[in-house]
């Protein structure tokens, strides 16, 4: 005999209150319970309709990203909004044909799909590039661009940034940039881990106390934690205000490492001009040529830490920068907090930065790389049973 959807109880098949849905006839105890279910149907039906088409995603999807890893609560949500998938054998199986709408992977509780959840609290996005002519960094020159005006007005007493060694061809080497000639000189990426907290708490040291911070989100991360943290350095941070710029990053390599695969290829570090990381490859920019090598081959070369880190997008940071999502030679700006905002605007207006509101697709591509940080974690962040 069927069951009522709502109340649960058994009713007979001739009850008198019954619905079609989805090509599927259900049977109620009452009028109540029915209304309640068409109004739930309906319900899920708006949601359906309110998941752009080019977002809608199939239970295939749920099933690699989810399911298979082990990763899914048991907690229902996809079989409690959608009629093709049950629980069957502790897990969610499709049990009629799949129609792509999208709301089991979007109401999973383990899936990350709002902008918020992939690339962190925001004001605005833009699109921007350096106006100034001599400045040459990576993609648009963004960074330095609006250090560029917040020294030369005097907003900050200096900038904690990162420049190549003298010694040691790309190799990233912290430094306190006071000057505007500094800064040139710190212009463009490096993918290396660099030490950039002890040039900040050099310059705190030192009674400089507004200080902008450049940094990827692992570096973010400890300039915040040391400004909340209850445990020591309050004598030094409470005299200090530090703008947080952060840099997109999806992985570092060991400096040694990038070293001795550049070398095996035939070519000099110090011959090198720029380095890009760009689609899955790894661009080194020669006077000669471009040289480009699958990101795959450095895979032994990438620093552990990254394997853990789920922030792309600098989410602590004031402001974030990164290559993703605008075209060649510009830069995706996030605003974040309201300092950042009027900073970031301010160089606008002052004309050091040509800036646009970041289109819709563009952001799409970054939140598209931001997911790809965010799950990676469900391969490698698991616990282990323990035998003694």
Same mark, same amino acid.
């Given at each position: 005999? $069927?069951i009522?959807?709502?109340?649960?109880?058994?009713v007979?098949d001739? @009850?008198?209150?019954? @619905?079609?849905?989805?090509?599927?006839?259900?049977?109620?105890?009452?009028?109540?319970?029915?209304v309640?279910?068409?109004?739930?149907?309906?319900?899920?039906?708006?949601?359906?309709?309110?998941i $752009?088409e080019k977002?809608?995603?199939g239970?295939?999807?749920? &099933?690699?990203?989810?399911?298979?890893p082990?990763i899914?609560?048991?907690?229902g949500?996809c079989?409690?909004?959608?009629e093709s998938?049950?629980?069957? %054998?502790?897990?969610?199986?499709?049990?009629?044909k799949?129609t792509?709408?999208?709301?089991c992977?979007n109401?999973? $509780?383990?899936?990350?799909? =709002?902008?918020?959840?992939?690339?962190?609290?925001?004001?605005?996005?833009? &699109?921007?590039?350096?106006?100034l002519?001599?400045?040459?960094?990576?993609?648009?020159g963004?960074? =330095?661009?609006?250090l560029?005006?917040a020294l030369?007005e005097?907003?900050? *007493?200096?900038a904690?940034? =990162?420049? !190549?060694?003298?010694?040691? $061809?790309?190799?990233?080497v912290?430094m306190i940039?006071?000057?505007?000639?500094?800064?040139?000189?710190?212009?463009?990426?490096?993918?290396?881990?660099?030490?950039?907290?002890?040039?900040?708490?050099?310059?705190? !040291?030192?009674?400089?106390?507004?200080?902008a911070?450049?940094g990827?989100?692992?570096?973010? *991360?400890?300039?915040?934690?040391?400004?909340?943290?209850?445990?020591?350095f309050? %004598?030094l941070f409470?005299?200090?205000?530090?703008?947080?710029?952060?840099l997109f990053?999806?992985?570092?390599?060991?400096?040694?490492?990038i070293?001795?695969?550049v070398?095996?290829?035939n070519?000099?570090l110090?011959d090198?001009?720029s380095?890009?990381?760009r689609?899955?490859?790894f661009?080194f920019?020669?006077?000669?040529?471009?040289k480009?090598y699958?990101?795959?081959?450095?895979?032994?070369?990438?620093?552990?830490?990254?394997?853990?880190c789920?922030d792309?997008?600098?989410?602590n940071?004031d402001?974030?920068f990164?290559?993703?999502?605008?075209p !060649?030679?510009?830069?995706t700006?996030?605003?974040r @907090?309201?300092?950042?905002?009027?900073?970031?605007n301010?160089?606008?207006?002052?004309?050091?930065?040509d800036?646009y509101?970041?289109?819709?697709?563009?952001m799409?591509?970054?939140t598209?790389?931001a997911?790809? !940080?965010?799950?990676?974690?469900?391969s490698? %962040? /698991? /616990?282990e049973?323990?035998?003694?």
């Open positions: 005999m $069927p009522d959807p709502i109340c649960k109880k058994i007979p001739d @009850t008198p209150y019954s @619905t079609d849905y989805g090509g599927k006839k259900y049977h109620f105890c009452s009028d109540w319970c029915q309640k279910f068409e109004h739930l149907e309906k319900s899920v039906i708006r949601m359906r309709r309110a $752009p977002e809608r995603i239970f295939g999807k749920l &099933r690699k990203d989810i399911i298979k082990g899914c609560t048991l907690c949500a079989s409690a909004t959608c998938v049950a629980i069957k %054998n502790e897990q969610p199986t499709l049990v009629a799949c792509g709408c999208g709301v992977y109401q999973c $509780p383990r899936t990350i799909t =709002t902008e918020e959840g992939l690339v962190g609290k925001m004001r605005l996005a833009y &699109r921007a590039r350096s106006a002519p001599d400045v040459k960094g990576q993609d648009g963004v960074v =330095t661009a609006m560029a005006y030369e005097g907003l900050i *007493d200096c904690i940034v =990162t420049k !190549k060694s003298d010694e040691e $061809p790309w190799k990233p912290p940039a006071r000057t505007y000639e500094d800064l040139l000189e710190s212009s463009g990426s490096m993918y290396s881990h660099s030490m950039t907290m002890n040039a900040l708490m050099s310059a705190i !040291k030192q009674g400089l106390r507004s200080i911070f450049v990827p989100s692992c570096n973010i *991360d400890a300039v915040t934690k040391m400004q909340k943290s209850p445990y020591g309050l %004598n409470m005299r200090a205000n530090i703008l947080k710029m952060g990053c999806m992985d570092t390599f060991q400096y040694e490492g070293k001795e695969f070398e095996s290829k070519i000099r110090e090198i001009e380095m890009k990381i689609k899955g490859q661009e920019q020669t006077p000669e040529e471009l480009v699958s990101l795959d081959e450095f895979d032994i070369y990438r620093s552990s830490s990254c394997k853990y789920s792309m997008a600098s989410e940071a402001i974030s990164g290559g993703v999502g605008t !060649k030679d510009w830069t700006v996030i605003a @907090t309201g300092l950042g905002y009027e900073l970031y301010e160089a606008v207006d002052s004309g050091y930065i800036s509101l970041l289109k819709k697709e563009e799409k591509r970054a598209n790389l997911r790809m !940080k965010k799950i990676q974690m469900y490698v %962040n /698991r /616990r049973k323990k035998c003694d």
